[in-house]
């Protein structure tokens, strides 16, 4: 599918006025908890006073003091977000108005729009038939528009070899030094073992996994005949959508990947974003917002308080109707 090119200030400007206002409107305190998970240090500990959030309890502490102890920390405001972004071939495919490619474009501009407001850093490293771009992590409008600038206008992967999601994330755990926020935007079409590497990513850096799908990846509808390409390696098939039997199997290898790929996500320990080409865009970040949110609260709650504690609260709380 033929890649039309968007003008990037008209592009962020675009997006400025219908995602990130809604998102600036409704996220308010939640930002920090959006992008949570690194720049905390220990800095103390003190004893509990009222109004102190029950969280920050130290409960080693306090059953060696016979006092309710709470940690302090110091927080790093500034943060370096990266984004790995696998632009293959199958990214370029489309069944309706956008490509999984300009819905990837559209989330890493509107999250790093969101980042680089708050005065932190960005960069980006891209995944074409190899990882072929690195821009390192700045701040500012300017850098922000080089990075869309270079999504937009780059050419479009042809269809040559299959996809190793893997380089792409080695090279990001070879290149990103600092702690950082990490997203890697993908459609996770790749030959084996990108699991692993996601892993390795996630010992160091706080992850979250974008995986970017179109409707007709999962479920074909009735159309006839039709020759099917293979985006990655341009082969072509003809298949007969008529047949009921066929579109059953499809559908069923379709359900077999989804649960790989939920497996392989789940083994790596990281976070993760489902965006379909037909998703609203604000929707979705704010659905994954509140998830953290409530995975952040939960943590805190849970992850301080002693073990006999913890299975009293979790058993209170499923026996909830």
């Given at each position: 599918?033929?890649?039309s090119?968007?003008?990037?200030?008209a592009?962020?400007?675009?997006?400025e006025?219908?995602v990130?206002?809604?998102?600036?409107?409704?996220?308010?305190?939640?930002?920090?908890?959006?992008?949570?998970?690194?720049g905390?240090?220990?800095?103390?500990?003190?004893?509990?006073?009222f109004?102190?959030?029950?969280?920050?309890?130290?409960?080693?502490?306090?059953?060696?003091?016979?006092?309710?102890?709470?940690?302090?920390?110091?927080?790093?405001?500034?943060?370096?977000?990266?984004?790995?972004?696998?632009?293959?071939?199958?990214?370029?495919?489309?069944?309706?108005?956008q490509?999984?490619?300009?819905?990837?474009?559209?989330?890493?501009?509107?999250?790093?729009?969101?980042?680089?407001?708050?005065?932190?850093?960005?960069?980006?490293?891209?995944?074409?038939?190899?990882?072929?771009?690195?821009?390192?992590?700045?701040?500012?409008?300017?850098?922000?528009?080089?990075?869309?600038?270079?999504?937009?206008?780059?050419?479009?992967?042809g269809?040559?070899?299959?996809?190793?999601?893997s380089?792409?994330?080695?090279?990001?755990?070879?290149?990103?030094?600092?702690?950082?926020?990490?997203?890697?935007?993908?459609?996770?079409?790749s030959?084996?073992?990108?699991?692993?590497?996601?892993?390795?990513?996630?010992?160091?850096?706080?992850?979250?996994?974008?995986?970017?799908?179109?409707?007709?990846?999962?479920?074909?509808?009735?159309?006839?005949?039709?020759?099917?390409?293979?985006?990655?390696?341009?082969e072509?098939?003809?298949?007969?959508?008529?047949?009921?039997?066929f579109?059953?199997?499809?559908?069923?290898?379709?359900?077999?990947?989804?649960?790989?790929?939920?497996?392989?996500?789940?083994?790596?320990?990281?976070?993760?974003?489902?965006?379909?080409?037909?998703?609203?865009?604000?929707?979705?970040?704010?659905?994954?917002?509140?998830?953290?949110?409530?995975?952040?609260?939960?943590?805190?709650?849970?992850?301080?308080?002693?073990?006999?504690?913890?299975?009293?609260?979790a058993?209170?709380g499923?026996?909830?109707?």
């Amino acid at each position: 599918m033929s890649i039309s090119k968007r003008n990037p200030e008209a592009l962020l400007q675009r997006l400025e006025w219908t995602v990130i206002r809604r998102l600036d409107g409704l996220l308010h305190g939640d930002y920090r908890t959006l992008f949570r998970g690194f720049g905390l240090d220990l800095a103390d500990l003190r004893e509990y006073q009222f109004n102190d959030d029950v969280r920050r309890i130290d409960w080693n502490v306090t059953a060696r003091m016979d006092t309710p102890h709470v940690r302090e920390y110091h927080e790093d405001r500034e943060v370096s977000a990266w984004f790995l972004i696998d632009l293959s071939g199958s990214v370029g495919f489309g069944s309706g108005a956008q490509t999984k490619r300009t819905v990837a474009v559209d989330f890493v501009t509107v999250i790093a729009r969101l980042l680089s407001g708050h005065g932190n850093a960005v960069g980006a490293m891209c995944y074409g038939d190899r990882v072929d771009t690195m821009i390192p992590a700045r701040t500012g409008r300017r850098h922000l528009l080089h990075i869309v600038s270079h999504l937009e206008n780059r050419p479009e992967t042809g269809t040559s070899a299959e996809t190793d999601l893997s380089a792409l994330l080695h090279a990001g755990a070879e290149t990103i030094r600092r702690r950082s926020l990490v997203f890697v935007v993908s459609d996770f079409i790749s030959k084996p073992g990108w699991d692993a590497a996601l892993a390795r990513l996630a010992r160091r850096h706080e992850v979250v996994a974008l995986r970017i799908h179109d409707p007709l990846e999962s479920q074909l509808p009735d159309l006839g005949l039709l020759v099917v390409q293979d985006a990655e390696t341009g082969e072509q098939v003809m298949v007969d959508t008529h047949d009921r039997g066929f579109r059953d199997r499809f559908a069923a290898a379709a359900t077999r990947r989804e649960n790989a790929l939920r497996e392989g996500f789940a083994r790596a320990g990281v976070d993760t974003l489902e965006l379909s080409t037909e998703d609203d865009l604000a929707d979705t970040i704010l659905r994954f917002a509140d998830l953290r949110k409530q995975r952040s609260r939960l943590a805190g709650g849970a992850a301080s308080m002693p073990g006999h504690l913890s299975a009293a609260a979790a058993g209170a709380g499923g026996s909830r109707p």
